[in-house]
């Protein structure tokens, strides 16, 4: 048998656990609403989704919803990414996938860079001059 | 009645690959697995190597695969399954013999954890404390050491470095008591990525565990004191 | 100390077997652990659906149209759909684990008051969309 070490190195998983824990929560109580109407309803027509047309949604980002966008876009986008990133890294190893240091710096990082291309995208949005 | 038991065999001395075999067993409504497998050795074939002690679920010794689930033999009635039942030895460990698992992984885990209390004040007086005080950690404090969460636990078996659910159900036990200042010395082999960080809760320990511990919840407890150590490490020099 | 040699055929060794990469598959319990592992999958969709939104709105009228085209498609709502049907899955098992890691109150209350949260919402999501 291997010996024992008996003070194993600190792991860095309670960052990657606080986060995918956020983004579980986000994936519960924000998403299931957010998926049946925009992904579903909305399009099939059994909705009347009149502020989802161009002109008022940049009204809307026009008018002071900018830090309740951001808080949407985090709570919607970038936390649903690090919990996806999370259960995809840890889903490797169950495969038996052995990606090491590489799958885990794809799966966060990836995370990461959709993040911060989201908050990009919204920043766009909100500094658009009106049409 | 009887019932079909297909146990797998395996000889340390002589094969290469465990192969099962076949035994017909009495049955009536209170045979318990270890019972057949008391009636198998007696009566049909004194070869047959299995460990049991107490048969009453306390011992934590006659732990098998009973159709692929782990269960303890004692407690396991053949009434409750069909006419053939298969038996293994527990999953996740080498096996020595037949249905006798090699549990030292095991035990070397629980060692690690520390699982007694730690209490450098050598004091006359016995410890108070309060029913509040017991209830903390009391969920977590019947552990037999059977072994049968390691079966049950994915984890464990792609990892057997994985400390596991009784050690670190174990260790959270400890940490919770009133009377324990042992936390200390065991947070740094939690907070390795084969302690608490190992598990991504499946959750099949709870399931299996005989006494109702728990574990999956221990374990994810752990996570949260381990992720708190974490953070008071980041503002400690 | 000299080492002894010893006969290998004679010693006595334990049997190890290697778990196999689909060990998920022996049991129903492993197979829905997996199967909410997974719902990060059709989420991952819905969150490129988002991202896809979010890009015609800064562009222009013509993108944001073009998405909206998107969205209707058939593929893309059956996916959405599952996304949906997951984040139910993912829900159910997440509300459920969550009195279990952090005790803070009995643990049906707890639930019910996590699935109250998700409904609240949905309709406060309803109300600002749907009926406006």
Known sequence: MKPVNTQPKRSDEPIWWALFSAGGVCFAVFLPGLMLLLGVLWPLGFLELSPLNYA???QLAAFGYGIPALALVGACICLPLFHAAHRIHHGMHDLKLNTGLAGKLLCYGLAALLSATALALLWCVLKQPLV | ME?????????PELDSQPHSQSYQVPVDNSTSVLDALLYIQEQLDPTLAFRWSCRMAICG??????????????KTFLRDYGDEVLLEPLAHFATEKDLVPDINVFLQHLQQVKPYLINPEQSEQPHKQSPQQLAKYRKFANCINCGLCYSACPQF???????GPAALTLAQRYNLDSRDQGKAERMPELNGKNGVWGCTFVGFCSDVCPKHLDPAAAVNQGKVASATDFVISMFKP | MTE??????????????????????????????????????PLLFFLGCLMYGLYSLSQSEQHWLGFVAFMQQGWVIALNLLAFVASLFHAKTFFELFPRVMP???AALMIAGQWLATLGVATVLFLMLGAG
């Open chain 2, 61 to 74: 010794s006659c732990s098998v695969m009973v159709n692929g689930i782990p269960k303890l033999g004692c």
């Open chain 2, 157 to 163: 078996g792609l990892n057997p470095e994985f400390l």
């Open chain 2, 3 to 11: 019932k079909t038991l297909s146990i797998v065999r395996y000889n």
């Open chain 3, 4 to 41: 002894q040699k010893v006969n290998s055929s004679s010693t006595p060794k334990p049997y190890h077997s290697e778990l196999s990469a689909f060990w998920w598959l022996k049991h129903r319990y492993y197979l829905l652990y997996m199967l909410r592992e997974a719902t990060v999958l």
């Open chain 1, 56 to 58: 008022s949604l940049q």
């Open chain 3, 104 to 106: 803070l109150a009995p």
